[in-house]
């Protein structure tokens, strides 16, 4: 063999060394909110762990883990607004925990099969209203399949509760009034919606109008995901490298919003958690509400086409 046939090996090799060294030196993202469906099989059996679906009725009814209760966004909302998403009240949560037979001291479990972007909504509410006795499933359903978990189609009984919440803390929320009055500073405001109603070109349903906020930056909620796969969270380089595009250091205020607050929420749960960045809020009505209200500025860049999912 030639030294130059030895030479071009020895290149073969390193290169392939290099990239097995790449590809293992990525880290698993990490929380105390996360739970692996390995880790709940371990603990599923302890009677303080009250499991909540929140995947739609109809998936819900054909197979969830046993003994889970069923929760949709509708449960999470407050009603009395003219339009629709706005986070349910701190007595309207204790009153529907209360109903299912959730304790005070119980662990939460939430999974959807979404990505955990159903499911942030709900760590978001309960985070503002200082209960921090839950965990969401890493992978949702699909991970619970994975590992060999079992599907029922029964439905738990439960006894009715009492069940409270402590201090209301809204440490990840803002108002539109908060939103508006950071628009003449330095605050970031990151938009998590589609690239396409981010720049008017969708308006889903429950919008008066299309179109953003003013000086908002866009990253797809959905970027922080394996959304084609397995639907779990990327590494944390690839997150880091993500949100990186935002140019903000992580002390920095950074408003997150969508359309309803469900995807930015589950961008908080990944900024705040994943990454560490200590002053992210998320904006509850989000482009719902900004568009309903007449005189708050908006922008546009499309000509826009309604859509009603």
Not at 66 to 76: N, V
Not at 163 to 178: A, H, I, R
Not at 263 to 287: C, I, M, P
Request: net charge neutral.
């Amino acid at each position: 063999m030639s030294w130059k046939i030895s030479l071009f090996i020895a290149i073969l090799s390193l290169c392939a060394c290099e990239q097995r060294k790449a590809a293992t030196s990525h880290t698993s993202v990490s929380s105390p909110y996360l739970i692996t469906a390995e880790e709940l099989q371990e603990a599923y059996q302890n009677e303080t762990i009250k499991l909540i679906d929140f995947r739609t009725k109809e998936n819900y009814s054909n197979g969830h883990l046993p003994g889970a209760l069923h929760l949709s966004r509708a449960d999470i909302e407050d009603s009395t607004y003219a339009y629709t998403g706005m986070m349910a009240s701190l007595s309207q949560i204790e009153r529907l925990f209360s109903y299912l037979g959730i304790k005070t001291k119980d662990t939460i479990v939430i999974y959807d099969d979404v990505g955990l972007c159903n499911a942030s909504r709900l760590w978001w509410i309960l985070q503002n209203y200082n209960y921090k006795n839950l965990k969401m499933l890493h992978g949702g359903i699909s991970a619970w399949e994975s590992v060999g978990g079992k599907l029922s189609i029964e439905i738990p009984a439960s006894e009715k509760s009492d069940f409270k919440l402590g201090k209301p803390l809204m440490q990840f929320y803002v108002s539109k009034e908060d939103v508006l009055k950071a628009l003449s500073d330095k605050t970031i405001v990151l938009d998590t919606r589609t690239i396409d109603e981010y720049v008017a070109k969708k308006q889903k349903k429950g919008a008066t109008k299309a179109g953003r906020i003013p000086k908002s930056i866009h990253i797809d909620w959905a970027e922080a995901i394996n959304y084609t796969s397995d639907k779990c969270f990327k590494s944390k380089e690839d997150l880091e490298a993500i949100y990186g595009r935002m140019g903000a250091d992580k002390k920095k205020t950074i408003i997150v919003y969508c359309h309803s607050g469900v995807r930015s929420a589950h961008t908080t749960f990944v900024l705040t958690q994943l990454l560490g960045y200590e002053n992210v809020k998320n904006y509850d009505g989000s482009w719902t509400e900004w568009s309903y209200l007449d005189g708050l500025p908006f922008e546009t860049d499309s000509i826009t086409t309604t859509n009603n999912l």
